[in-house]
């Protein structure tokens, strides 16, 4: 999380009521506007969670065909046709994942998050990958995805998932291993088959792993918070249609720091200043203190994900400036 804020407000002229300058005016106004990133490129660290009675318990591992997660008194075995929930970690494993030899269909594709490598496999088929690690993962487990091409195209806003498990064991670094991802297509409607879309996720011991894929995971996870952040923004801004509100926070994104931050000494925390849009978002991103060029994009990456409910001003949105400092730190933080 952010440390305090510093915050100004940026001023707007008046609107001049004269019908022939209020076409101009909007124009100008929407060319002045500070440009915000949807960050869809940002990583998406993932922790899987499923609920029962009420309380989370995250994955920790596959067998058959479901979902290990960690009980107090151990761990249990769950159907993956359960709910699960993925939630943004605070940091992927170290190390990295290649993965190759798919028996799938890449295209590139222009959606919503940009232009994606998008999968498509032959119905009926079961999943099959090349993983080349660069380090040892003792617990590795993979899970395959699928969603709804239309989501990620950004034509409707419910994606619409198949999710299946594999448990892999020791995954040695350097060594090629071949897997295979059973998919039971029988779960997925017959209407949804030629539109689905998929990308595989890697973890160990529930703690992902970075891959060559992730790209695709990061553009999906991206979308659902996005879908959920302005489903806040339109409720916060109908209750709050009169007064004065000031900015609030609704999602702070610690920087995603490459493996090789640990040796470079890094400061405990950088300062960083940026506008906060009306409709929440962050533009103008500016790294006022030195760093190396990978740690600088992780930080740039983090802070553009952040997303505000915006400063009221008698029930109206506005920009608002920000100077605030972003803890840098290696361990992960209380609680997680």
Known sequence: MPSSFVVATACRRA??????LVLFLILCAVADRPRAEAAF???????????????????????RDGAVIRVKDGTRTVSREVPFKYNRAWRFAPGRVDISGEN?????????????????MDMGVNYQAKLTASTTYPKAYAVLMF?????MDGDNDVPAL?????????????????????????????????????????????????TNRELIAAAFFRRLELIGFRKALDAYLTENS???????????????????????????????????????????????????????????????????LPRLDGGYPKVTLVRTQVPLGLKAPAGN
Not at 41 to 57: K, Q, S, Y
């Open 15 to 20: 609107p001049v009521p004269h019908p022939a």
């Open 41 to 63: 490129d940002l990583p998406h660290p993932t922790v899987m969670t499923t609920a029962i009675d009420g309380a989370e318990f995250p994955v920790i591992g596959a067998k």
């Open 104 to 120: 799938a269909i890449s295209t590139k594709a222009i959606t919503k998050a940009g232009i994606l490598t998008m999968g498509s």
């Open 147 to 151: 969603v709804d091409r239309a989501f």
């Open 162 to 210: 198949g999710v299946f498990f594999r448990n892999i064991g020791t995954l040695e670094a350097n060594r090629p291993t071949n897997i295979t991802i059973d998919v039971d297509w029988d779960k997925i409607p017959a209407s949804l088959r030629p539109h689905l879309t998929f990308f595989p996720l890697l973890f160990n011991d529930g703690v992902e792993v970075r």
């Open 242 to 308: 009169f007064g004065d509100h000031p900015l609030k926070i609704y999602q702070s994104v610690p920087p995603c720091l490459p493996d090789e931050a640990a040796q470079q000494n890094l400061p405990s925390r950088v300062t960083v200043s940026f506008a906060v849009t009306e409709d929440g978002m962050v533009s103008d991103f500016k790294l006022e203190d030195s760093l190396p060029a990978a740690a600088a994009a992780a930080v740039r990456r983090a802070v553009q994900a952040w997303l505000f």
